[in-house]
């Protein structure tokens, strides 16, 4: 009955249902159904699965199988390369007539305003619609199999979910399972291809099928390719018996072997690494139109969201395992690709990794960024899956010194700029002494400074010798690939110059003041003038508990180690000599306690009142700043000293508390008589802090207000809890019930909340205690 059915219908009905249902109904249909009637499913299948109209979809990047692992493995098995969504796409390619219409406004702003300029990417070629009056681009035409990846690919980039979907699972997640299956199977890297299926008519030059042509430019300008093919020419022209059918062909052409994965590069190079076209839109030119301005604005502001850089690196770690198993001989056009993939992609990672590094923020998720450019330049971490090692285990043969000539500014521009973002963090924080121990370690692998340097010398020199008997064309191709990805006015600056060498040695020195602070935390209390008995309990009675260190002693020891060990990497890298350790900071000797924050010199920030620059020179004089916790106090880290699953727990009973109470405790707490006094001594004081919106372009700070509120986190103190049980069992010992104690600790309590606000009573009365009906809660009305 279901089966008589339109196949619309059903899909409709079936996505009133649950996930599991949903995936299984569109296996059903796929199946039963043919051509004509499964034309119109793609694109209701894909609107739900990657919430392109919608607002509520499956949620792809944060279903695990963690937190439900039969929508996991049905979604996955759904979307898989072999599951019944890509079976759907084989099929509809049967048909050339089948076409769908991808929008112009899911690509990047940057690529529109070069299409309307005349620039076409090869990707572009043959599948742009053009408007019938305005005679510009109005969208994009691809067969089933494009659309579907497209939309696919557009999902991790779509800014209308970056609003929305606030949280991700990241590399957990069904989505990035997903992609790294699409990225096994398209991109092989056992030198097997995937299977074969039916090519779509009519095809062009470039891989893709023609559905018109477009119309005469305005003026009479040739249209320009920006960006080469990933094939040459000669090899995707197919032969004459497969070029106008779309049954299977025992003769295997190079078109029929790649255009999938040409496919699928392409629209990864323009939906994920184009929002910034070329370093020349980073900048502006004299005499540029106002539309080039509105673009220099636009590529300014762009920052991708940590999934869609976690995928670029996925997609770099498998780029190189599949450019490493291209074979001695091309053969076919998939060894063809593997030869030029990197030449493709190599200029659209450099300007999105390079637009990324100078607009991240100074924040701990640094470290995703980090991990993207060091598997960049690490190409022969990536050879064989079964052979991994360390990066400092590992020492890079000479075979490499190509690679690290077409790429000498990843290895050294990159460097300098991360150097000099490290002397504006916190060293002492172990998140940034973990990340310039990552940094260090990689560029102190053996060769690998010999074969820098001998790239560099060969842009002076003019001729290089090496181990490897390289000659003059080191030179050639090292100007070439840097002239390509920089501007004409880039002046390249040495790595192991006199100016990254200055650098060095100043973040070293910030090294070892970071390591004398590190050191200082975890020696014992013992710093600071002993307080009597009385001053103690006067302090206590007043004060709302004491501070304790924010450092865990664990973590305190690794970034110890990081810092030494990066130290003593970057001094052998750049042949200087490890500066000794100063006396800790004043400040810090002085203080009762270890310390939570650690001062380390920021360089490059110059006094405001001197009329410099806050952004100078990293040579520039010192300035300290206190770098404290400024967002929400009830949700501050959980500390060593405390025990997690309280902290939680009495975080969520507060939180229910102080949601359904929050309008009777705060009047409760302004209340001006004793009553109110006693109520202040319990709640937690009314605060203000500062939210950090870190999206896109500015981030941008939100004052929010917290009003009077239960907080019950100092119960969750190891030392609280331990005291506690120790009362318990020394009383059970002599014999007392529990009761008794509980409802003595609890008077204990309350005589302690009634003696601080006498206090404050007397106080506030110049010390007279006046408790009376003129201080009464009714006479504020």
Request: proline share 6%; glycine share 4%.
């Amino acid at each position: 009955m279901s089966h008589q059915l339109p196949a619309i219908v059903r899909l409709t009905n079936a996505a009133k249902t649950t996930v599991y249902h949903w995936c299984e109904e569109v296996s059903r249909i796929v199946d039963e159904y043919g051509v004509k009637e499964l034309q119109n499913i793609l694109p209701m299948i894909t609107d739900s699965l990657f919430e392109l109209h919608i607002q509520s979809g499956w949620s792809l990047r944060t279903l695990t199988k963690a937190n439900n692992p039969r929508d996991f493995d049905t979604v996955a098995h759904l979307l898989s390369p072999r599951g019944p969504v890509i079976h759907l796409c084989y099929k509809l390619l049967g048909d050339s007539t089948i076409k769908y219409e991808f929008p112009l406004s899911y690509i990047p702003v940057a690529t529109r305003n070069l299409l309307e300029e005349g620039v076409l990417p090869s990707f572009y070629v043959g599948k742009l619609q053009y408007h019938p009056h305005l005679r510009v681009p109005s969208s994009l035409v691809l067969n089933s199999f494009e659309y579907y990846m497209c939309n696919f690919l557009y999902y991790l980039v779509n800014p209308n979910l970056q609003k929305y979907a606030t949280t991700s699972c990241g590399s957990d997640s069904v989505y990035f399972t997903i992609m790294e299956e699409y990225l096994q199977y398209f991109l092989p890297c056992n030198g097997s291809d995937p299977e074969m299926i039916p090519v779509p008519s009519q095809v062009s030059p470039y891989g893709s099928p023609i559905y018109g042509t477009p119309p005469k430019p305005r003026f009479e300008t040739s249209v320009r390719q920006m960006t080469p093919s990933l094939l040459k020419k000669s090899s995707l022209t197919p032969s004459s018996s497969g070029a106008g059918t779309s049954s299977l062909t025992t003769e295997r052409t190079s078109h029929h072997d790649a255009w999938r994965t040409m496919m699928m590069l392409q629209a990864i190079s323009e939906l994920w690494l184009s929002h910034v076209t070329s370093k020349e839109n980073s900048n502006l030119q004299a005499g540029s139109s106002p539309r080039s301005q509105v673009n220099v604005l636009q590529a300014v502001v762009f920052l991708p969201s940590l999934d869609h850089l976690r995928a670029v690196r996925v997609l770099t770690k498998h780029l190189h395992y599949f450019a490493n198993s291209m074979g001695p001989n091309i053969i076919s056009g998939m060894d063809e690709l593997k030869r030029t993939v990197w030449t493709y992609f190599q200029k659209k990672l450099y300007i999105f990794l390079r637009h990324t590094l100078e607009h991240w923020p100074l924040d701990a998720s640094f470290r995703l960024f980090l991990e993207t450019w060091l598997s960049y330049i690490q190409p022969w971490r990536y050879v064989s899956n079964a052979l991994r090692g360390n990066d400092g285990d590992k020492v890079v043969d000479w075979k490499w010194q190509n690679f690290v000539a077409e790429n000498l500014l990843f290895y050294t521009l990159f460097l300098q700029k991360v150097i000099l973002r490290f002397l504006r963090v916190e060293l002492s924080s172990p998140k940034n002494a973990l990340m310039l121990y990552r940094i260090s370690k990689v560029y102190s692998q053996r060769n690998l400074k010999e074969i820098i340097s001998v790239a560099e010398r060969s842009l002076s020199d003019g001729l290089s010798a090496s181990k490897s008997g390289s000659s003059s064309h080191i030179a050639v191709s090292v100007r070439q690939y840097i002239n390509d990805l920089e501007n004409p006015s880039f002046n390249y600056v040495p790595l192991f110059g006199q100016e990254t060498t200055l650098q060095i040695r100043t973040i070293l020195s910030c090294s070892a003041r970071a390591k004398s602070n590190l050191r200082l935390s975890t020696l014992p209390v013992t710093l600071g003038k002993k307080q009597s008995t009385f001053s103690w309990l006067c302090d206590w009675l007043m004060n709302s508990g004491c501070t304790t260190s924010d450092e865990n002693g664990e973590d305190v020891k690794k970034a110890l180690n990081h810092l030494e060990q990066s130290s003593t990497q970057l001094a052998l890298l750049f042949d200087v000599e490890i500066p000794s350790e100063p006396e800790p900071d004043s400040v810090l000797q002085a203080s009762y306690g270890s310390p939570s924050v650690f001062r380390t010199p920021v360089r490059g920030l110059q006094d405001s009142a001197s009329g410099t620059s806050m952004l100078g020179s990293p040579l520039s004089p010192q300035k300290r700043y206190d770098l404290t916790y400024r967002g929400n106090p009830d949700t501050q880290p959980i500390r060593s000293y405390e025990i997690a699953f309280l902290v939680r727990i009495f975080h969520q009973i507060c939180s229910n508390i102080n949601e359904k109470f929050g309008v009777e405790l705060e009047e409760a707490y302004e209340r001006p008589d004793f009553v109110g006094r006693v109520i202040r001594q319990i709640l937690v004081p009314p605060t203000s802090y500062q939210e950090v919106i870190k999206k896109y372009g500015t981030p941008k700070n939100i004052q929010v207000r917290l009003g009077p509120r239960v907080c019950l986190r100092k119960l969750a103190n190891q030392q609280v809890v331990g005291y506690t049980l120790g009362i318990f069992i020394l009383s059970y010992s002599f014999g007392w019930a529990p009761e008794i104690l509980l409802l003595l600790l609890v008077c204990c309590v309350c005589a302690v909340v009634f003696v601080r606000a006498s206090l404050q009573t007397w106080k506030e009365c110049g010390g007279r205690v006046s408790i009376d009906a003129e201080d009464s809660y009714a006479d504020r009305y």
